[in-house]
Each structure stands twice: as C-alpha cells, then as structure tokens.
C-alpha cells in the first residue's frame, strides 16, 4: 500500500516536470495491462490505446515547445495548475489500478508535481543562470530524466515492461 502511495507521489514530481509526460507513461502502462485495471472506474479512459496515443503525442509536442524561447515559466498560474492536474490525474490512476484510495493518489500526486515543478525550475534556473550550462543542455537532460524516471515508476524500478 505504501508503495502505491509513494508511486503517485513519485509520478507526481515526474508531472512537475513535465506535465504530460506522466500521463502518458501511466496511460501507456494501464493500456498494455490485462486483464483491464480499471474495468469499472470513473478513469477507465486512461486505459485506452488511443488515450496512451493522445497523450503520448502532447507529451512530444510540450517537449519541443520547452525549447522554445518564448515558452512561460513552469512555475506561471495556468502552467503549475496543468501540472498540478497532470499529476493528481496520474496519480489516481495509478493507485486506483492497485486497488488503493484514488482521492489519495490524486492528493499524492498533485503535491508531488507542486514539489517537482518547483524544485526542477529551481534546479533549471541554478544551472542555467549560476553555473552558465546551456539551457537547451539542461532541457535535454531533464527531458531524458523525466522520461526514465517515469518509466522506471510505472515498471516497479524495471526498464522493460511485464505485461501483455
């Protein structure tokens, strides 16, 4: 149970990073699994093929818009909130899918992506202003760190996938 629970928290962060990355790497887990997780949920939609599809190409697409010189700061009020939902969402689905609390994976998740979306702009802004990295460098990394992070949560701590 604790697991489960620090999973959400965990994705969260991973939402505060990127804000659709996480929902697609959990739609993209819940849409391979069999049986269906989620067969009676409010979320079932996450288990979806063409939800983990729609999700995965917004996650492609905020991933280039990052790059883009005139993108907002992370920690902006319409920005912190999609990421706040990004990781309740996520969250909930996957504590709902373990067969947990999901308003305590929602709760979990999004405090997970107020923690990562500040502590990663934090992080961003150091190296970027303090340390002189490239941002575009800094970007890159953090987009790899998101990414198998994510993977890495959503598999129990394995790089490949067990499920069907």
Do not use: C
Not at 27 to 46: C, E, G, Q, R, W
Request: net charge negative.
């Amino acid at each position: 149970m604790i697991r489960t629970y620090m999973k959400a928290f965990q994705i969260g962060i991973v939402a505060g990073m990127r804000t659709m990355t996480a929902p697609a790497l959990v739609s993209y887990k819940l849409s391979h699994m069999v049986p269906n997780p989620l067969p009676d949920s409010t979320l079932h939609f996450m288990t979806s093929p063409k939800t983990a599809t729609t999700f995965a190409v917004l996650a492609s697409g905020e991933l280039i818009g990052d790059k883009l010189p005139n993108t907002p700061d992370r920690t902006a009020f319409p920005q912190v909130t999609g990421r706040i939902a990004s990781g309740a969402l996520s969250g909930a689905a996957l504590v709902d899918a373990d067969g947990q609390s999901v308003a305590y994976g929602a709760v979990l998740g999004a405090l997970g992506a107020v923690v990562g979306t500040f502590a990663f702009f934090q992080l961003r802004h150091w190296l970027t202003h303090e340390k002189d990295l490239p941002d575009p460098v800094v970007a890159l990394v953090e987009d790899a760190l998101t990414i198998g992070a994510g993977w890495l949560i959503i598999n129990d701590g394995e790089w490949r996938t067990t499920t069907a």
